[in-house]
């Protein structure tokens, strides 16, 4: 089984972007963190990171056919992009919404998310652990 785990816009200065909301682990360490659990599960596990919607998009799309389930964590795009949505409903995997932050309790703006209305989960404010628990999740979804 291959997990693709996507990162959006910003994830790539983890560790040094306001660490009282999103944590001081780096995205490197949150990918450690991935694979270690993806190991331990049985998954293969693809993670990237993109700060352009459309990169995404073009990954999202290649997920068809070589990736069993995505976990996104899509950053700012969440709250506005209607193409990342498309994107995850074109291809029909099996996937994961993830936030570090629990997005309910910040601005109203990151209240509304494109992504929800496609996935099956979604995860938040759990910080860099909520990686694992979504891989774990998807341990029982594709079993
Ligand atoms: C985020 C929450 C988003 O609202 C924000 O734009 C991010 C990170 C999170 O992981 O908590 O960049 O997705």
């Excluded at 995205?27 to 270690?36: Q, T, V």
């Excluded at 949505?85 to 291809?91: E, T």
């Amino acid at each position: 089984r291959t997990i693709l785990i996507l990162n959006g816009p910003n994830l790539n200065m983890l560790g040094v972007r306001e660490p009282g909301t999103y944590g001081s682990q780096s995205l490197a360490d949150i990918e450690a963190i991935s694979r270690e659990e993806g190991d331990r599960l049985g998954f293969a596990v693809d993670f990237r990171q993109s700060n352009h919607e459309g990169e995404l998009v073009t990954w999202i799309q290649q997920a068809h056919g070589t990736a069993d389930a995505i976990i996104i964590n899509p950053a700012a795009y969440t709250h506005t992009s209607v193409a990342i949505h498309d994107a995850l409903r074109a291809v029909a995997l099996p996937t994961i919404e993830l936030h570090l932050s629990n997005v309910h309790q910040r601005e109203d703006f990151r209240h509304r998310s494109y992504v929800s209305l496609v996935a099956y989960g979604v995860i938040c404010g759990f910080g860099a652990h909520g990686y694992r628990l979504a891989l774990q999740a998807l341990a029982d979804k594709l079993q």
